[in-house]
């Protein structure tokens, strides 16, 4: 074990303790435009709820679900859950099929929705027997405060503390297979980590996070919000990411740092130079974690803000941190994951030796972060150690320094801008089109995510799909981040040299078929709309068949594009838009639809598209992005 952990906390109740006892009346959660909760009421909310939990007669084993929306709620809940059972953080943007299978494979005993909001979670929960347990905001208290309802009392379950070897948090990770595997982080796990970030950013007390990553995933959980517990600092849980009130997210409470992925990172640059007025901060630095940053991104950042960025590498199983680049007067290179940053790093062979300096292999971890296997899946558990070491499956080298590089992905995972997507999910959702014989998923390269998501069908002789019915299917079985972007209908897929289908190297076998002939805009709508396209991805010409996301385009730039189209043309887009049509031509028609039902009712002066004189896309200043 890493003898700077022996002297910090082993399990969540104790972290909040120490912090506590330091300081009670610090602040531990904060929020845009409300109240801080400080440290010893956290604590006590906490406590609160395993009171609460245990009239139920759940405790430490219980395997309890969260699905709420990001907040300083979402915050708390997790740790008030966490510090007295297995927690389980759901996304809550999951369609009914993702919440039927989470729930089951977890075999959770309650679900905890917040009251009056609607969420295919609960008609699940309903249907599989989970009590569901309403959550109330209780905001004159501080930021995240609340209280819970609902379940059954069954006699009073004996409140214990949990030990550092109870799970306290159960994560799915997607895998090789079409069934993600369940991830178990102890309570040592995940003060361990939390403990790691924190010494390798040298947090403090005076320190407060800015946190824009979802608290369903582990960057969020431990990378923002338990780093900063174990420090004594505090975290803004805001409700999201937003662009338009992230430069008054970073100064109404005085954050000293944010952590995020590349393509919000991206968002901030973009955004940060359409401020006119400039802005004010009290950043320090700048972390970026769960997907490669572009170091072309990482200069910008240095430059805009005046402060260091400081790249690290994580994944799930580690409970996030294995590796960053370090603080000045440290060396930060660009490109590099960094040093080992908690647990031991190391980059394996085929033989399972491990090598050295400038020889490249398989990345592989072992630690107090690290988990010790899969739930209930003793083949995935054996495949992913070698006498001790946990294979991430990224491949990568060591230079003379130090530092580890990664240079590809030996699994078929698919990183989507810091999203791990399995593609065999993917292809089982698109087999369960009638029309579908086979279905293949892939990694394309992408400008901003790294890496978007393609699917290569088959259909069954005398069956008919169009690539506009095939993206609705997917889109109705899978969430927005998992569906492909761009599909192939083929007579045939490829295969390796033994008849097998091959996701590595598909990119570049059918790149022919991603080709589209330039056809230019036609329709005044179609040329707004190009206008708009090509500002906003910086791209030249734009023709009726090129695909938003092909041209770099991703969720954070489509809330920006919609935004500017509802300002121009006075239409209320829906978020989902581009993701349902999103060539120029089928994004074109959607618009044009709606702007005939506008039309048929408000007749009167109508909204018209802007002329050629006026489409430099620009809006004077009232642009507005959606609230996410």
Excluded at 94 to 105: C, N, P, Q
Excluded at 231 to 250: E, M, N, Q, T, Y
Excluded at 414 to 439: C, F, M, T, W, Y
Aim: aromatic content about 6%; charged content about 20%.
């Amino acid at each position: 074990m890493n003898e700077s952990c022996l002297n910090t906390p082993r399990t969540l109740p104790d972290l909040l303790d120490r912090a506590a006892r330091h300081d009670p009346d610090a602040p531990a959660l904060r929020a845009p435009g409300r109240d801080p909760l400080a440290y010893l009421a956290l604590q006590e909310l906490a406590a609160d709820t395993s009171t609460f939990l245990g009239s139920r007669g759940w405790g430490r084993g219980d395997r309890i679900a969260i699905v709420l929306r990001n907040g300083p709620e979402m915050a708390a809940a997790f740790l008030s859950v966490a510090s007295v059972a297995a927690c389980a953080p759901l996304n809550p943007d999951y369609r009914e099929a993702e919440f039927t299978f989470h729930l089951a494979d977890l075999g959770a005993r309650a679900l905890i929705l917040e009251s009056g909001v609607d969420s295919p979670a609960r008609k699940v929960a309903h249907e599989q027997g989970i009590p569901v347990l309403e959550l109330v905001p209780n905001p004159p208290r501080g930021a995240g405060s609340f209280s819970l309802f609902g379940g059954t009392a069954t006699g009073v379950r004996p409140r214990t503390n949990p030990e550092p070897d109870d799970i306290a948090l159960l994560l799915h990770t997607s895998g090789t297979t079409a069934r993600p595997k369940l991830v178990p982080l102890t309570q040592a796990n995940l003060c361990a980590s939390a403990h790691h970030v924190s010494q390798t950013l040298r947090l403090g007390p005076d320190d407060c996070c800015l946190n824009v990553m979802p608290l369903f995933h582990i960057h969020g959980i431990i990378g923002a919000a338990l780093s900063s517990l174990s420090a004594g600092a505090s975290i803004v849980c805001a409700p999201g990411w937003d662009p338009d009130r992230f430069f008054a997210w970073l100064t109404e409470p005085g954050a000293t740092w944010y952590t995020a992925v590349p393509t919000i990172h991206q968002s901030v640059l973009a955004a940060a130079r359409q401020r006119a007025g400039g802005f004010s901060h009290r950043l320090r630095f700048i972390r970026s974690s769960s997907a490669p940053l572009p170091p072309s991104v990482m200069h910008d950042l240095e430059q805009v803000f005046g402060v260091p960025v400081i790249e690290s590498y994580g994944m799930t199983e580690a409970a996030h941190q294995m590796c960053s680049n370090s603080l000045p007067p440290g060396i930060r290179k660009a490109g590099s994951i960094g040093l080992p940053a908690g647990p031991e790093v190391g980059v394996m062979d085929a033989a399972g030796e491990v090598q050295g300096p400038d020889v490249t292999g398989e990345i592989v971890i072992r630690g107090p972060n690290v988990t010790a296997g899969y739930v209930d899946n003793p083949a995935a558990t054996k495949e992913a150690f070698t006498d001790g070491w946990f294979r991430t499956g990224d491949q990568g080298y060591r230079d003379s320094d130090g530092y580890f590089f990664l240079t590809g992905r030996l699994k078929e995972l698919i990183n989507r801008g810091g999203e791990k997507v399995a593609p065999r999910e993917v292809d089982e959702a698109l087999l369960g089109h009638p029309s579908v014989a086979q279905a293949v998923a892939f990694a394309v390269p992408h400008p901003r995510l790294g890496e978007d998501i393609a699917a290569a069908v088959v259909l069954h002789p005398d069956r008919t799909v169009t690539v506009t019915e095939l993206r609705q299917f997917a889109l109705s079985r899978l969430a927005p981040q998992k569906a492909p972007s761009r599909f192939l209908i083929l007579g045939s897929i490829p295969k390796g040299p033994t008849g097998k289908l091959q996701r590595i190297g598909l990119s570049q076998a059918l790149a022919a078929h991603f080709e589209v002939p330039f056809l230019p805009p036609e329709t005044p709508v179609e040329i707004a709309l190009a206008a708009v396209w090509s500002e906003l991805l910086g791209c030249g010409r734009i023709g009726r068949l090129d695909n938003f996301f092909s041209l770099g385009g991703d969720s954070l730039l489509a809330t920006r594009v919609l935004a500017r189209l509802g300002a121009m043309f006075a239409v209320e887009l829906p978020l989902g838009s581009l993701f349902q049509g999103p060539t120029l031509e089928e994004q074109a028609i959607l618009l044009e639809n709606l702007l005939i039902d506008q039309l048929a009712t408000a007749p009167a002066d109508p909204p018209r598209a802007p002329t050629n004189g006026s489409m430099n896309g620009s809006t004077n200043g009232s642009e507005t992005v959606p609230h996410r």
